[in-house]
């Protein structure tokens, strides 16, 4: 029977995805614990997190912290609130493993696993909307588990992970609600202003800049491009015949689009400040007064506190404005400027992953534990560099997909366009500051998104076979490439012979 068929097909757009994200979480759980220590940024987030969970803010730590919490010491802390350079969103989503596991390498790393093992399912149904096919649902999905970059951030406690999660999550809400403009456009022309699937993604978006400001340019374009996109649905309607017409379904589209997306986005930031909005006074007291040449001091509230019922209120808004304002300074001034890592890259090289970043290294181990030959040593490392086959391909894909937009301007097209500009485009504008080849994990959706658009522009153009074999050698090379740099995205001990034989440009080392 037809309605059973249709059930079914349903039934296998969802089973199908969560398939693969279980896959996903399987591959990023086992054995997450290691490398048994503080990698990289993670001395900063892990202990901002179990401060989020015990204080309400994040703490300063004692010097010698990282070695007394690998021994099991989770007494490191002193009661000064630490100054923090990101918002509180992604740590508090870490904060839930720490809640769970305690203070260790588990604890800090496994909502990583499940963010990034959702991303998984979040991506497989978004391409399923977009192209109408399970299988290039599914292929998204796979693509996205077998990455090496997506992999190993999704084994340790950095922001960008969550980052591009809300990203992926809020760009998936913003397709759903085009859907579903289409299917109420072909009912009448009324405005609707109550539109679930923005709220979604306005909170998605609040989610996004909580974890990191850079999420403010993925939401301009898309709040842009959500308003351009239903004025341009309601013209191929027939609803827009006159330049009045067009002038009054600007403001009726645009207002609602700006109060879901932009002030419940807002609204959504805030909310994951209110530990620190609760303890504003001892922010107040340390930095408040002075810190630091290029901070002045907040106000002589900080001494004589706002009377009234609501002075605590306003101050603790006050100061919050002021601590935004050190933070732009930290990231914008002289002192990032300043700095150098022998890791940071060029953007341009990103989606070509040019220059990777090291998270974690062991080059001093000895022969014996992965029997390498006298004379050699094993090695060990966490290399956050993503899978070639999909960085590169999905690379062409992307440029391919722009000038099939050029062809054919429709809305799927412009998609992944939009959010690879939002995600990668902004940091050419940067200047000296230290950035990083795994900042472009929240442009990696998006290539593949292009890639499964590409993928089924080419089926309608192609003889079935010939797209089944290129689709299956494809995918082939995906996962065999998976697992030939699976040790140096795993922390495996291998023999050094084999960890060079990996690193096919010199950039790489």
């Given at each position: 029977?037809?309605?059973?068929?249709?059930?079914?097909?349903?039934?296998?757009?969802w089973?199908?995805?969560?398939?693969?994200?279980?896959?996903?979480?399987?591959?990023?759980?086992?054995?997450?614990?290691?490398?048994?220590?503080?990698?990289?940024d993670?001395?900063?987030?892990?202990?901002?997190?179990?401060?989020?969970?015990?204080?309400?803010?994040?703490?300063?730590?004692?010097?010698d912290?990282n070695?007394?919490?690998?021994?099991?010491?989770?007494?490191?802390?002193?009661?000064?609130?630490?100054?923090?350079?990101?918002?509180?969103?992604?740590?508090w989503?870490?904060?839930?493993?720490?809640?769970?596991?305690?203070?260790?390498?588990?604890?800090?790393?496994?909502?990583?696993?499940?963010?990034?093992?959702?991303?998984?399912?979040?991506?497989?149904?978004?391409?399923?909307?977009?192209?109408?096919?399970?299988?290039?649902?599914?292929?998204?999905?796979?693509?996205?588990?077998?990455?090496?970059?997506?992999?190993?951030?999704?084994?340790?406690?950095?922001?960008?992970?969550?980052?591009?999660?809300?990203?992926?999550?809020?760009?998936?809400c913003?397709?759903?609600?085009?859907?579903?403009?289409?299917?109420?456009?072909?009912?009448?022309?009324?405005?609707?202003?109550?539109?679930?699937?923005?709220?979604?993604?306005?909170?998605?978006?609040?989610?996004?800049?909580?974890?990191?400001?850079?999420?403010?340019?993925?939401?301009?374009?898309?709040?842009?491009?959500?308003?351009g996109?239903?004025?341009?649905?309601?013209?191929?309607?027939?609803?827009?015949?006159t330049?009045?017409?067009?002038?009054?379904?600007?403001?009726?589209?645009?207002?609602?689009?700006?109060?879901?997306?932009?002030?419940?986005?807002?609204?959504?930031y805030?909310?994951?400040?209110?530990?620190?909005?609760?303890?504003?006074?001892?922010?107040?007291?340390?930095?408040?007064?002075?810190?630091?040449?290029?901070n002045?001091?907040?106000?002589?509230?900080?001494?004589?506190?706002t009377?009234?019922?609501?002075?605590?209120?306003?101050?603790a808004?006050?100061?919050?404005?002021?601590?935004?304002?050190?933070?732009?300074?930290?990231?914008?001034?002289?002192?990032?400027?300043?700095?150098?890592?022998?890791?940071?890259?060029?953007?341009?090289?990103?989606?070509?992953?040019?220059?990777?970043?090291?998270?974690?290294?062991?080059?001093?181990?000895?022969?014996?534990?992965?029997?390498?030959?006298?004379?050699?040593?094993?090695?060990?490392?966490?290399?956050?560099i993503?899978?070639?086959?999909?960085?590169?391909?999905?690379?062409?894909?992307?440029?391919?997909?722009?000038i099939?937009?050029?062809?054919?301007?429709t809305?799927?097209?412009?998609?992944?366009?939009?959010?690879?500009?939002?995600?990668?485009?902004?940091?050419?504008?940067?200047?000296?500051?230290?950035?990083?080849?795994?900042?472009?994990?929240?442009?990696?959706?998006?290539?593949?998104?292009?890639?499964?658009?590409?993928?089924?522009?080419?089926?309608?153009?192609?003889?079935?076979?010939?797209?089944?074999?290129?689709?299956?050698?494809y995918?082939?090379?995906?996962?065999?490439?998976?697992?030939?740099f699976y040790?140096?995205?795993?922390?495996?001990?291998?023999?050094?012979?084999?960890?060079?034989?990996?690193?096919?440009?010199?950039?790489?080392?």
């Amino acid at each position: 029977m037809k309605w059973v068929d249709n059930i079914s097909l349903r039934a296998w757009g969802w089973i199908v995805p969560i398939a693969i994200a279980l896959l996903a979480f399987a591959l990023r759980l086992w054995r997450v614990s290691e490398p048994n220590k503080l990698t990289f940024d993670e001395t900063y987030y892990a202990k901002d997190a179990w401060g989020l969970i015990h204080w309400g803010y994040a703490r300063d730590a004692i010097e010698d912290a990282n070695d007394k919490i690998i021994a099991g010491n989770t007494d490191v802390f002193t009661t000064d609130p630490t100054w923090i350079v990101h918002p509180d969103g992604g740590k508090w989503l870490i904060a839930v493993g720490e809640w769970t596991f305690g203070l260790t390498p588990l604890g800090w790393r496994f909502s990583a696993v499940v963010v990034g093992s959702l991303m998984v399912l979040v991506l497989a149904r978004l391409v399923l909307r977009l192209t109408g096919s399970l299988t290039l649902g599914a292929l998204a999905g796979l693509l996205l588990t077998l990455d090496g970059l997506h992999f190993t951030l999704s084994r340790i406690a950095l922001l960008d992970i969550f980052l591009a999660f809300w990203m992926l999550c809020a760009v998936a809400c913003v397709a759903a609600d085009r859907d579903w403009l289409e299917a109420k456009l072909k009912l009448d022309g009324r405005f609707r202003v109550w539109r679930p699937w923005q709220l979604l993604a306005g909170l998605s978006f609040g989610m996004a800049i909580a974890t990191k400001w850079s999420g403010l340019y993925l939401l301009a374009a898309f709040g842009i491009a959500v308003v351009g996109w239903e004025i341009w649905a309601r013209y191929r309607h027939g609803y827009l015949k006159t330049w009045r017409n067009w002038i009054i379904s600007t403001f009726a589209v645009g207002l609602p689009a700006f109060g879901w997306l932009v002030l419940v986005a807002f609204v959504m930031y805030l909310l994951t400040w209110t530990g620190w909005l609760i303890h504003h006074d001892v922010y107040e007291a340390r930095f408040g007064h002075q810190y630091g040449a290029d901070n002045p001091p907040w106000g002589a509230y900080t001494d004589y506190p706002t009377g009234g019922p609501f002075g605590g209120i306003i101050d603790a808004f006050r100061s919050l404005w002021h601590f935004h304002g050190m933070t732009w300074r930290f990231h914008t001034g002289d002192y990032m400027s300043s700095k150098t890592h022998p890791y940071q890259s060029n953007p341009i090289g990103w989606l070509i992953q040019w220059r990777p970043t090291t998270a974690a290294s062991d080059f001093d181990m000895a022969a014996d534990l992965c029997n390498a030959p006298a004379g050699s040593k094993c090695v060990s490392e966490v290399l956050m560099i993503g899978n070639p086959a999909i960085w590169w391909v999905g690379s062409l894909a992307v440029f391919t997909a722009l000038i099939a937009w050029i062809r054919n301007p429709t809305w799927r097209w412009s998609l992944p366009l939009i959010a690879v500009a939002a995600t990668w485009i902004p940091w050419f504008t940067v200047g000296s500051r230290p950035i990083f080849s795994f900042y472009a994990i929240t442009t990696l959706p998006f290539m593949i998104v292009a890639l499964c658009l590409v993928f089924a522009a080419l089926r309608r153009r192609l003889p079935a076979r010939l797209w089944w074999i290129g689709l299956g050698v494809y995918t082939f090379v995906v996962v065999a490439l998976f697992f030939y740099f699976y040790p140096i995205w795993a922390n495996s001990v291998i023999t050094y012979d084999a960890w060079h034989s990996r690193m096919w440009f010199t950039r790489w080392i």
